[in-house]
């Protein structure tokens, strides 16, 4: 088991820097998880660290050593492909011992490894099969048993759930789960899907354009999210983001709605903003209501089973509210309201969080 | 409507039909002229079906042919399984092992596919006179390896394109280094690519001439100019040459007769996804 530390590493191919000097430091036996959208330089962090690309500067360690220019297989990491990358030719227990076999382990030992894991992932009947007689969960299992016999220090996912049916990925969520809480190995799992961020992650790291936008825990991203980017990255549906004029006493919309926040202390330099709001935090009703709420229109409604999505629009802006379930009622219009203490600001200019302190 | 398609049909057979007989003119004749006693060969007479069948004939160019025939097959085994091999190793490092540099040489490399062998037979000729090479089947096994790199190379590299390279990257991190990962992981999943390109390979030096003449000494000599010498000359006897191309085509025949299915497909593989 091992840390982590990447030291200002960046990465180009040719003259373009995809990776601008990421630094971050993962504590032995953490899950962390690299999430952002597609091309953002998340796997190209990952195989850095495993050593399947070289990097253009900075430092790699992995436990106390610096990796820089270790070979992948003298890293003590194992990394699971996305597309699983099983050796077609080979059985499933070949394909686990494979590697094993490559580090000279003996046969008794190598047999014991290789039954270990597949106990471990349910695979023990499928040891003679090839990969192409196997299902995709089964496919996954046995990319994850190549990764578990070689009793790595860090483990590394490269979107490995991605190829599989969303009933699948989940148990795979829960079990992968699972199988940290008894190992307690370090593992470095790349995605681009924020759910799985949250469900897996002791830490997130949000990476944007090849820069780390926020490192932090689930709740903290959440909860706290450091820029636009972030805030709208995770969270589903997405944070509604609305521009606003500040002025004294309130933040105006550009429907002319005024936001009362009075007692919010936005620095007196800044007119322009943008208000961030989560959908659940919006509250709605169908009455109507005096000062301090807006009358708009529910354009449609999307039922989620455990809850619902109201869409409408303020302005150009297109609004959606997250509601529990309970009035089935056809809504086609009510009121809404902004409470103070739901409201992100973010700067016009570059979409940072702006620090505010309530009074 | 029905009749209509009946024409096409009709036509689109009687077409074929025609090409047919074209096609296979050349080995009717050489059949039906090879079974012939040599005095019943005449100009006039040469569509005709032989009245008595002369086996014999298959037999006396054999004896005569048995020498470029095993020349034939050391030259062609030889330079087919080293152009193949070679060309698979080329074919792996341009598309697994790529480094600075290395699609500017495998653009050269096919360059080398479009030079014409008479082009390049005169200075063959000095180059393998200066190694000592000249006149035996060392050189030309030598000369065709190599002329046969740029074709294999670029049928290996696009068949290794086709392996994921997170596959190459997972043996990888298993520990395996260049030649384990060609050997465990490559070249077991490139069998069908072998038998494309041997197959191919096999043909085209199997039926080559013109080196064969140009860089061989007579007791080297393959096939091809075994079959030429037995058809020169003053007073041929027909009968005999024929007997020897009929020989001389089985072996590349019976290849495709047997492994042809898996030549089509070797050619097909990867065209569509899994």
């Not at chain 1, 270790?70 to 070949?94: C, G, S, T």
């Not at chain 2, 390896?145 to 590299?157: E, K």
């Not at chain 2, 025949?253 to 030549?263: D, E, K, P, S, T």
Request: charged share 15%.
């Amino acid at each position: 088991m091992a840390e982590v530390i990447l030291e200002n590493i960046t990465k180009s191919f040719g003259k373009t820097e995809v990776v601008h000097n990421v630094s971050a430091h993962f504590h032995d036996g953490e899950f962390i998880v690299i999430v952002g959208p597609s091309g953002c330089g998340k796997s190209t962090v990952l195989r850095m660290i495993a050593g399947l690309e070289e990097v253009s500067g900075g430092n790699i360690k992995i436990g106390d050593k610096l990796v820089n220019n270790l070979e992948p297989k003298d890293r003590r990491i194992a990394m699971v492909f996305q597309n699983y990358a099983l050796y077609p030719h080979m059985n499933v227990y070949n394909n686990m011992a494979y590697g094993l076999r490559l580090q000279k382990h003996s046969k008794v030992e190598i047999e014991r490894r290789v039954q270990e894991a597949a106990q471990l992932l349910q695979l023990g009947e499928y040891l003679q099969r090839r990969p192409r007689q196997l299902s995709g969960g089964q496919r996954q299992r046995v990319a994850m048993g190549r990764a578990l016999v070689r009793k790595p220090e860090v483990f590394l996912f490269d979107e490995p759930l991605s190829n599989l049916d969303a009933k699948l990925r989940h148990q795979m969520r829960v079990e992968l789960k699972k199988m940290h809480k008894n190992l307690g190995t370090t593992m470095i799992y790349v995605t681009h899907d924020q759910v799985e961020a949250m469900t897996l992650a002791d830490k997130i790291v949000v990476v944007n354009k090849g820069r780390i936008e926020q490192i932090g825990s689930p709740d903290e991203i959440y909860n706290a999210p450091a820029s636009m980017f972030v805030a709208g990255f995770i969270g589903c549906p997405p944070m509604n983001f609305l521009p606003a004029q500040h002025s004294n006493g309130g933040l105006s919309l550009e429907n002319g709605f005024i936001i009362p926040a009075k007692d919010l202390l936005i620095p007196s330099d800044t007119r322009q903003l943008i208000v961030g709001i989560r959908p659940e935090k919006i509250e709605f009703s169908h009455l109507q209501r005096e000062s301090g709420w807006l009358e708009v229109d529910i354009d449609f409604i999307e039922k989620l089973g455990s809850g619902k999505l109201l869409y409408t629009t303020i302005g150009p802006q297109q609004l959606i509210l997250s509601m529990a379930n309970g009035d089935d009622r056809h809504i086609t219009r009510g009121w809404i309201r902004f409470p103070a203490e739901a409201l992100y600001f973010f700067s016009h200019q570059d979409g940072s969080l702006l620090k505010v302190k309530s009074s | 409507m029905k009749s209509k398609v009946n024409i096409k049909t009709v036509s689109y057979y009687a077409t074929l039909g025609i090409l047919v007989i074209f096609f296979l003119m050349p080995a009717y004749m050489a059949v039906v002229t090879a079974l012939k006693q040599p005095g019943d060969i005449t100009l006039p007479t040469s569509w005709d079906l032989p009245a008595t069948l002369n086996w014999a004939s298959f037999s006396e160019a054999f004896a005569m042919l048995r020498p470029n025939l095993v020349n034939s097959f050391i030259l062609t085994i030889c330079a087919t399984a080293g152009s193949t091999i070679l060309g698979s190793l080329n074919g792996y490092v341009f598309s697994k092992w790529k480094f600075k540099g290395s699609e500017i040489i495998f653009t050269l490399f096919l360059f080398g596919m479009f030079i014409p062998y008479q082009v390049i037979l005169i200075p063959l000729f000095q180059t393998l006179r200066a190694m000592n090479l000249y006149g035996g089947l060392p050189g030309l096994i030598l000369a065709h390896i190599v002329y046969g790199l740029p074709i294999t190379s670029l049928i290996f590299r696009n068949f290794y394109a086709q392996i994921p390279d997170s596959l190459i990257e997972s043996a990888r991190l298993d520990g395996a280094g260049f030649f384990s990962v060609y050997l465990k992981l490559v070249f077991p999943l490139s069998i069908p690519g072998f038998v494309v390109t041997s197959l191919w390979q096999f043909t085209q030096i199997w039926n080559e001439f013109l080196w064969a003449i140009t860089l061989t000494r007579h007791s080297e000599n393959p096939i091809t100019v075994g079959l030429a010498n037995l058809a020169g000359g003053q007073a041929v006897s027909w009968n005999l040459p024929m007997a020897g191309s009929i020989m001389a085509a089985l072996p590349v025949l019976c290849i495709y007769i047997f492994l042809g299915r898996y030549f089509i497909r070797g050619l097909l593989a990867g065209s569509v996804k899994e």
